[in-house]
């Protein structure tokens, strides 16, 4: 068999490895082999490639470093960095966990979801995460040089290609050689200001008409942080021809300059042009789920799931959303359909437990618990058995639930929930010294819950300590503002501040 087609026929089956070890014996032979040099860097991007249309993480170094921030206080509804607090979620959303931006935790990990907004470097640094929220540190940028440096593990011999020695006015002007070249440079080696020049001189060598360097042009821009420069590029690619990516580049643009209201429009104008894309559907709805507007999120899940019936999360943001609605039968039809699909995992069976637990179907709580443990891993168990707690204190068991607490803590010392509950037991004990130290580690580790705050706020009042008490109820209804027991709190302690 003749090896070129054999390195072709690995590449298609996606056994990147021995396409290019194929090609590299090619090139041994006849270093000028262009189909076997082409073919070898479009294996060696294969095997680190990361889809750039999801949107990614933001960490603290972005956070803090960002220049493209409009204003400080922005209008409601308009910013995912304050979503605040939406009139669609009803009185039972504030049961919902939340992230430290106040975005309501989704059904599905993505990026951009779970990780936390600490306010400074301080807070990121001295506050550590629980497993629902990200690394403190971590940032997107990150995840890019990782994958840059793990690519040159399978070079032991050096890099494939000596990028300091190319000459790229020559590689410009030939398409097929130069659209495998700048995604071997901006994926394999991670080199996105020789990979932004490559696009800039093939763009210019294509007199300005090819849509795909255009959006290559932006996607360098985006990693540089240039994001108005690469807003003006997806444009100008759109007017020269219509693509589902560049519709989605676009939108990933404007959430990153935190104008999702703009990034809801693209789509939308991406949906005339592609009726039921489901890629364009998902995107606003997690736009509308970041802004806590969970009944627009839902219908958008909603029309996903009337084009593909199998989208996984769809199915499981719709769930987590009857969850906390208070429709456990509801959502739990819904976490039986993704077993059907295959997903296999703790966090299914944790999930199917709560429902089973909270629709009276006790025969299969423990039974899905059992599961859920045998399948977590380090990052899932402290939470498996926080729920655990939460169905012994459903039984009123308190040992039992001190216990299942108490085990989700040795797992996660971060696990700022289970310090809030330990806190009510110990109270329930009469231990008060140590539920207020226990309350004290929960909003210390996780500033943005309410609960904790104001647990804090009613143990303070009842030991005559008013000025923490004030300060901790005042924090519970920022966090928190529909919760009236912090209110009528706060209205007390104010009242009595007053008289005095």
């Known amino acids: 068999m003749d090896p070129l087609f054999l390195a072709y026929s690995y590449f298609r ?15 041994e032979k006849n270093p000028y082999d262009q189909a076997a040099w082409t073919l070898k860097t479009r294996a060696l991007t294969g095997q680190v490639y990361v889809d750039e249309v999801d949107v990614d993480e933001e960490g603290i170094a972005e956070m803090l470093m960002d220049d493209n921030a409009i204003a400080n206080v922005s209008r409601p509804g308009t910013s995912l960095r304050k979503p605040g607090t939406s009139s669609q979620g009803g009185p039972s959303q504030g049961v919902r966990p939340t992230s430290q931006s106040g975005r309501p935790l989704s059904g599905f990990v993505r990026p951009g979801t779970q990780g936390g907004r600490p306010g400074t470097m301080e807070q990121a640094i001295r506050t550590p995460r629980t497993a629902h929220t990200a690394r403190p540190v971590t940032s997107s940028s990150g995840r890019f040089v990782r994958l840059g440096t793990a ?38 080696e991670n080199d996105i200001r020789n990979a932004l020049e490559l696009a800039a001189l093939a ?45 989605l580049h676009l939108g990933k643009v404007y959430v990153r300059l935190d104008q999702p209201l703009t990034a809801v429009e693209t789509y939308k104008q991406g949906l005339e ?94 039974t899905c618990f059992e599961r859920a443990l045998s399948l977590a891993d380090e990052a899932t168990v402290s939470d498996v058995w926080f729920n ?23 797992n996660n010392n971060d696990h700022a929930e289970a310090y809030n509950n330990l806190g009510v037991l110990e109270l329930k004990r009469g231990h008060v010294e140590a539920a207020r130290a226990f ?37 519970a209804v920022e966090n928190y503002p529909n919760h009236t027991d912090s209110q009528e709190l706060l209205k007390q302690l104010r009242q009595h501040f007053s008289l005095l």
Not at 164 to 179: E, G, I
Request: charged share 20%; proline share 3%; with cysteine.
């Open 13 to 27: 089956r996606r056994k990147f490895k021995e396409s290019a070890d194929i090609c590299t014996k090619l090139l």
């Open 151 to 188: 690519s040159m593990l399978s070079t032991p011999d050096g890099p494939f290609i000596n990028l300091a020695r190319l000459n790229f006015s020559k590689y410009a002007a030939r398409p097929n050689l130069a659209k495998a070249l700048f995604e071997y440079i901006f994926h394999h």
């Open 203 to 247: 763009t210019e060598a294509n007199q300005y008409k090819d849509w795909w360097w255009k959006v290559q042009l932006a996607k360098c821009y985006y990693r540089l942080g240039m994001y108005r420069d690469a807003e003006t590029q997806l444009k100008s690619a759109i007017k020269q021809q219509e693509m589902v990516d560049t519709f």
């Open 273 to 366: 042009k592609f009726p039921g894309e489901t890629t364009l559907l998902t995107g606003m709805a997690r736009i509308y789920e970041g802004l806590t507007e969970m009944d627009n999120a839902v219908k958008l899940y909603k029309d996903v799931l009337h084009f593909d019936n199998m989208h996984v999360e769809a199915v499981a943001c719709i769930a987590t959303h009857h969850f906390y609605t208070d429709q456990p039968e509801v959502a739990l039809k819904f976490y039986r359909r993704l077993l059907q699909m295959g997903v296999y995992n703790a966090e299914l069976f944790n999930n199917l437990g709560l429902c089973c637990f909270y629709a009276q179907q006790y025969d299969m709580t423990l």
């Open 388 to 410: 655990l707690g939460h169905l012994a204190l459903g039984i009123c068991d308190h040992n039992l639930a001190y216990q299942c607490f108490r085990l989700a803590l040795s």
């Open 439 to 475: 309350f004290q580690a929960a909003f210390v580790i996780a500033p943005h819950m309410y609960e904790p705050h104001y647990n804090f706020a009613a143990l303070a009042d009842q030991l005559g300590d008013l000025q923490s008490s004030y300060v901790s109820a005042r924090r």
